[in-house]
Every structure is written in C-alpha cells, then in structure tokens.
C-alpha cells in the first residue's frame, strides 16, 4: 500500500516556475513507477511525465518536453516535478500517481493503483 501526498502547487505568472513534491508512505516506495498527470476543467486526466524505480528513465509528454523535469529521491521517498518556462494552458489539477510495474512509461490512468489528492497549478497570462 502507498499513501502519496502531493505538495508545491501554487499561481504563478507565465513563463515562471514551479516544483511540485509527492511523499510517498510506504516500504515499498522505491519499486514503484512513478507518473505526474493533470487535469483541467473538463478535461480528461493527462499523462505528463513519468519515471522508473531507478530513476534512469523518464518520460515526458510532448507538450511539457525541455520544460518540465522528473526525479526521485527514493531515501525521501519523493518524487519531484520542477516545472519552467509555465504557460497558461499549464493550468490543471496536478496528481501523482504510482504503478506496480516498476516504470514510468505507462501513460493510461488504468495503470496506476495508487493516486495522490492534487495540487492545483494555476499559470496567468
């Protein structure tokens, strides 16, 4: 079982920055896969970026690509998602999310057991 407890969101200007954390409780922290996702109003929940046990491969989707950086600190048990360069359609309801399989190319929700609560980001213009 893990617990995942998202933090760090906030309003931020265009073209500004920002690092969202997720705890994570639990042994098993450090064999997960690990997913940040979003949504916005009205809008399906979306695949961001993701990232092995190990913290060797990450994945991004291209909208966030050379923009956003996944990583993971599996003594904290955390995961990170330094977000720069924010634009307006950035604005969503940020989820962390962790999978059984060890990786972080899954990108459907149906993939991951675990989901932390949200944090929102909102980017004006």
């Known amino acids: 079982q893990v617990q995942l407890v998202e933090s760090g969101g906030g309003l931020v200007q265009a073209g500004g920055s920002l690092r969202l954390s997720c705890a994570a409780s639990g042994r098993t922290f450090s064999t997960y896969g690990m997913a940040w996702f979003r949504q916005a109003p009205g809008k399906e929940r979306d695949f961001v970026s993701g990232i092995s046990w190990t913290g060797d491969s990450t994945y991004y989707a291209d909208s966030v690509k050379g923009r956003f950086t996944i990583s993971r600190d599996n003594a904290k048990n955390t995961v990170y998602l330094q977000m720069n360069s924010l634009k307006p359609e950035d604005t969503a309801v940020y989820y962390c999310?962790?999978?059984?399989w060890g990786v972080g190319s899954r990108a459907s929700v149906s993939n991951y057991a675990y989901w932390g609560q949200g944090t929102q980001v909102t980017v004006s213009s």
């Open positions: 999310a962790a999978n059984r």
